[in-house]
Nanobody
Framework: VQLVESGGGSVQAGGSLRLSCAAS????????MGWFRQVPGKEREGVAA????????HYVDDVKDRFVISLDKDRNTLYLQMNDLQPDDAGMYYC??????????????????WGQGTQVTVS
């Protein structure tokens, strides 16, 4: 599985960004996909996840009502629409794929494939 993120950048607080993750490779290894965020000195933490067959979106509490995860199956692309961005949202955002069906998980160890990350800065 190959995952390539794009769409990061620098925005002012209250602004929006849409991250994209182009996926390729074994579909059976992409039953769930998610977005994680990492800041220097801290572990990667989950932000949102979605099932690639039945949908089913999951979010951590501090992004609910502001972020939307979605999947374009025709384009094999995962998105994260981020609205009302705040300084605490800043970090390196990673796309991840999981080969098991349970998608309501934000444990880093539960995901098998990772992209290289895209940087989000909020000032």
């Amino acid at each position: 599985v190959q995952l390539v993120e794009s769409g990061g950048g620098s925005v002012q607080a209250g602004g929006s960004l849409r991250l994209s993750c182009a996926a390729s490779g074994d579909r059976s290894s992409r039953k769930c996909m998610g977005w994680f965020r990492q800041v220097p000195g801290k572990e990667r933490e989950g932000v949102a996840a979605i099932g690639t067959v039945g949908g089913g979106e999951h979010y951590v509490d501090d992004v609910k009502d502001r972020f939307v995860i979605s999947l374009d199956k025709d384009r094999n692309t995962l998105y994260l629409q981020m609205n009302d961005l705040q300084p605490d949202d800043a970090g390196m955002y990673y796309c991840a794929a999981r080969s098991a069906w349970l998608c309501q998980t934000f444990r880093e160890a539960d995901y098998n494939s990772w992209g290289q990350g895209t940087q989000v800065t909020v000032s």
